[in-house]
């Protein structure tokens, strides 16, 4: 049970002086937003209530944060206007930018 990675493994010395390891579970981290690595507002770690209430109801809500989805949401309509090629946009950027002109 104890095998996975999932728990963190900590060597600890008994007072009787034997090696044991101790498992302990890891800490969750704070969502991320998927471009800039900034943590995101607005979203609970609990898990009390729905999805809605856990994380942002708005477009890319939860994923990325306010001024990324901006910027990729003024880029997508740029390029379905013809303003701006696809080549234009950094990598990170240009999936949510597919995912907008798809949508």
Known sequence: MQRS?????????????????HYK?????FPHCAICKKELNGISLVR???KTRRSNSRLFGGTLCSKCSSNVIKAASRIEQGEMKLNDISIKQKTYVLQMISH
């Open 48 to 50: 009390t209530g729905g």
């Open 5 to 21: 990675r999932s728990k963190r493994r900590l060597q600890r010395v008994t007072k009787s002086g034997r090696q044991v390891i």
């Open 25 to 29: 579970s890891r800490k969750n981290n």
